[in-house]
């Protein structure tokens, strides 16, 4: 048994180590400066309560970008130097982001004991690589990003760091299942290398019918593509849907993750799953070939998702309707019925008139998702969902982008149970059209201003929220643009108070609300590694089922020229 002594280590604060809604971003050669990365995490620590970090087991493993094997061994070396008494490191250093919160709320160690919270590496959606980007989150209990109140701590502590404590230990091979044992000052110290898969896997039969999904993807009638972009979530594909689901290995696409994600940019949109959209029959380019019933693919750490009909988008907006209109009919882990559902405020509406159909509790909150972790552990929230590709629901507290494809597919399996030996099957198109005919259409789309200056982006926001204390301008405006478009009625900058914690969060976003149940909303966006990132939003509602097979750049025509 290798033995060490803690060894605390003197260092300096870096400017700029605030965590963003998702964990801290930034460049691969930020974060590989001296004591860059360790100031974070001995900052992170020293905001945890003790009983947390004293004697208590925690999970670090990632998306498997580049870095992340280096990132493991230092942060193993500095849980045993701040006392931690084992830790948990997926095989090879992958988890996916919601397997990771899986593992926190399920996996039970030898003794009895869970994990106590979980470091996440990851730059979610954004490139990896020796230039591109590296991120680093911290997961509380249970299995949900770092409240507000941590992470101000953790920024307040990175301003006035002195040291950090670690330990000189042998590195951990990370690529062998099994438990590796040190002496750490006369106590033991545990790492604890496991089969990345199965904790998750487990969950998810636990949730969906996997027969019944099974039937649907046996069917000759039913093709199925999945694209895991080269991100983590190749570590769960082949083991989910084709050794359990009995899918092809054909339709699985780039389900080999690596740490640059292949060269390409892991984010599941129409513009960077190109080989996917493609083989969906979306792409300008025509292929011979009849494109799949399905198709998926996942972002880097696999928290998002995007879905495709044949030769249809499913915007992610509409996605997360339809799966809460769906999900007690199709999911037995909601057989007795939704709880609540919830909307990040950039999100279409799309979810809001579901709720009101089914009566169900509703709340938009802020972008970020430990609002809805909030919801969840006080039970009012079963599903929810963010514009950006983002779905899920309580059984863990991250978005989960393998979950959304299951109840997908769960969906489809459900509308086509008696329909398998039929002539045609319910397709993703059919469902989606099915349902803006029931509920009307919200057309949406969403415009990104990247690596803006943050001093002129703030200008902007201020100048715009100025503007919203004079309506009959804003609409004087509107209509000298376009006089078909529909009176502004109300303007704000949202915040939200929890209903659960009270806590209240401010400039959040600033809207402008259309009498016809329009929207336009800008926000900036803390997700990217450098610069700012101004979002706009923009919404059409359609009621006249006359009016909702309309091209989406038609209906929102006369709101973008608003804009």
Known sequence: MSSGQVRKVETTPFDGQKPGTSGLRKKVKVFTQPHYLQNFVQS?????????????????????????????????????????????????????TPAVSAVVRERVGADGSKSSGAFILTASHNPGGPNEDFGIKYNMGNGGPAPESITDKIYENTTKIKEYFTVDLPDVDITKVGVTTFSVEGGTFDVDVFDSASDYVKLMKSIFDFAS???????????????????????????????????????????????????GHPDPNLTYAKELVARMGLSKSNTADE????????????????????????????SVAIIAANAVEAIPYFKTGLKGVARSMPTSA???????????????????????????????????????????????????????????????????????????????????????????RHYYTRYDYENVDAGKAKELMASL?????????????????????????????????????????????????????????FRLSGTGSEGATIRLYIEQYEKDPSKIGRESSEALGPLVSCS
């Open 44 to 96: 992170t620590f020293n905001a945890l309560p003790s009983d947390q970090v004293k004697g208590a087991r925690i999970v670090v493993s990632g998306d498997g970008r580049y870095f992340s094997k280096d990132a493991i061994e230092i942060i193993i070396k500095m849980a045993a130097g701040n006392g931690v008494r084992s830790v948990w490191v997926g095989q090879n250093g992958l988890l996916s």
């Open 213 to 263: 999904i099974r039937k649907l993807l046996s069917s000759p009638k039913f093709s199925f593509c999945y694209d895991a972009l080269h991100g983590v979530a190749g570590a769960y594909a082949n083991r989910i849907f084709v050794e359990e689901l009995g899918a092809k290995e054909s339709s699985l696409l780039n389900c080999v993750p690596k740490e640059d994600f292949g060269g």
């Open 291 to 318: 494109p799949p019933e399905f198709g998926a693919a996942a972002d880097g750490d696999a928290d998002r998702n995007m879905i495709l009909g044949k030769r249809f988008f499913v915007t992610p907006s509409d």
């Open 350 to 440: 799309a979810l809001d008139v579901v709720a009101k159909h089914l009566n169900l509790k509703f709340f938009e909150v802020p972008t970020g998702w430990k609002f809805f972790g909030n919801l969840m552990d006080a039970g009012l929230c079963s599903v929810c969902g963010e514009e950006s590709f983002g779905t899920g629901s309580d059984h863990i507290r991250e978005k989960d982008g393998i979950w959304a494809v299951l109840a997908w597919l769960s969906i489809l399996a459900y509308k086509n149970k008696e329909n398998l030996g039929g002539e045609k099957l319910v397709s993703v198109e059919d469902i989606v059209r099915k349902h803006w005919a029931t509920f009307g």
């Open 465 to 521: 929220v100025k503007l919203q204390s004079d309506l009959s301008e804003v609409n004087k405006i509107v209509k000298g643009i376009r006089s078909d478009v529909s009176n502004v009625v109300n303007a704000d900058e949202f915040e939200y108070k929890d209903p659960v914690d009270g806590s209240i969060s401010k400039h959040q976003g600033i809207r402008y609300l259309f009498e016809d149940g329009s929207r336009l909303v």
